[in-house]
Nanobody, 125 residues
Framework: QVQLVESGGGLVQAGGSLKLSCAAS????????MGWFRQAPGKEREFVAT???????YYADSVKGRFTISRDNAKNTVYLQMNSLKSEDMAVYYC???????????????????WGQGTQVTVSS
């Protein structure tokens, strides 16, 4: 059974930084794409960033240039470095594991089959 455990969320002032981590187990981590999504109150879950097995990355336009996704296959962990945080970045952030081995990067929720429990990011203005 695949398990994803996020950490690193918290309260930060606008303009500040946070680094989220997602520890994975139960699968050959390095061969699957991994993604980060977020969901704000009253809104649908939305794509943030993804990284595939060859470290190719893809970002939502709203975070491009501010967020960086990376992975450490030796630690079975994927990260999301978030800089220049804005109030509109406030949400619960979810880590997700891609459905297809050696799959390409995807912004589509249904291309991910395992999800973490989420970690809250709060940005104060």
């Amino acid at each position: 059974q695949v398990q994803l455990v996020e950490s690193g969320g918290g309260l930060v002032q606008a303009g500040g930084s946070l680094k989220l981590s997602c520890a994975a187990s139960g699968r050959t981590f390095s061969t699957y794409p991994m993604g980060w999504f977020r969901q704000a109150p009253g809104k649908e879950r939305e794509f943030v960033a993804t990284i595939n097995w060859s470290d190719s990355t893809y970002y939502a336009d709203s975070v491009k240039g501010r967020f960086t996704i990376s992975r450490d296959n030796a630690k079975n962990t994927v990260y999301l470095q978030m800089n220049s945080l804005k109030s509109e970045d406030m949400a619960v952030y979810y880590c997700a594991a891609g459905r297809i081995k050696y799959g390409s990067s995807s912004r589509l929720i249904w291309d991910y089959d395992y999800w973490g429990q989420g970690t809250q990011v709060t940005v104060s203005s």
